[in-house]
């Protein structure tokens, strides 16, 4: 089975500047996809970003990319210019890349919570 | 906007009760989660479906079973409610396809059971 591992429970950074939460993942596939996902405190989540094992550029969404080293099954999400708005909790899924219904399904890490100070 | 709604923002039910935690979405989708959000420990999945009628048991199923009778609505029963069941409740779907489709959430169900 995949496990996703986030070794950063809490982190903070200062307004504007840039953090970079880690993430790896243990998996045997080779086709598989990464997500980051954002949990303000209204709780709701929300898609940051999505990385294709396939795909050897990093994506990226405005101020948040992602290191993806697939060798090192690690999947990091930087964020540049800090805003007060990204503080969250963060989490890092994995899906494999198989077809069929149970394929659909994520597995989570157990978060990051991240504080921006003004 | 996929919109993903369930049925309550909290909840409090007593030891025992049969407890029913609805989540409805409007794209059509096929499938559907329910994951269970507790502190350090991250979402872990209940479980999930991806037809009508059709169900899988996903990490933590023990105490818990679902319902799909509409493509729409996806149904959390917790036949007898115990305390360790006091957490938050997340609802998501997801399209079928693309697999790099994220699943689109819903705001969330605390339960608290006394």
């Known amino acids: 089975a995949q496990t996703v591992t986030q070794s950063q429970p809490e982190m903070s950074v200062q307004e504007a500047e840039t953090v970079t939460l880690s993430c790896t993942y243990d998996t045997s596939e080779s086709d598989y996809y990464l997500f980051w996902y954002k949990q303000p405190p209204s709780r709701q989540m929300i898609l940051v970003i999505r990385?294709?094992?396939?795909?050897?550029q990093n994506a990226t969404e405005n101020r948040f990319s992602v290191n993806f080293q697939k060798a090192a099954k690690s999947f990091s999400l930087k964020i540049s210019d800090s805003q007060l708005g990204d503080a969250a909790m963060y989490f890092c899924?994995?899906?494999?890349?198989?077809?069929?219904?149970?394929?659909?399904?994520?597995?989570f890490g157990k978060g990051t919570l991240l504080t921006v100070n003004p | 906007d996929v919109k993903v709604t369930q049925s309550s923002r909290y909840l409090v039910k007593r030891t025992g009760e049969k407890v029913f935690l609805e989540c409805v979405q409007d794209?059509?989708?096929?499938?559907m989660f329910w994951y269970r959000q507790d502190p350090g420990l991250g979402l872990r999945l209940i479980y999930f479906?991806?037809?009508?009628?059709?169900?899988e048991k996903g990490d933590i199923p023990e105490g818990y079973s679902v319902s799909r009778e509409k493509k729409e609505r996806f149904s959390l029963i917790l036949e007898s409610a115990s305390t360790n069941q006091t957490s938050m409740y997340l609802c998501?779907?997801?399209?079928?396809?693309?697999?790099?489709?994220?699943?689109?959430f819903g705001d969330g169900t605390r339960l608290s059971i006394l």
């Open positions: 899924a994995y899906r494999s890349g198989g077809s069929g219904g149970s394929n659909y399904k994520l597995t």
């Open positions: 479906s991806y037809d009508v009628k059709m169900k």
């Open positions: 794209m059509d989708h096929e499938n």
């Open positions: 990385q294709e094992a396939y795909k050897q």
């Open positions: 998501a779907s997801s399209p079928p396809g693309p697999r790099n489709q994220p699943q689109h």
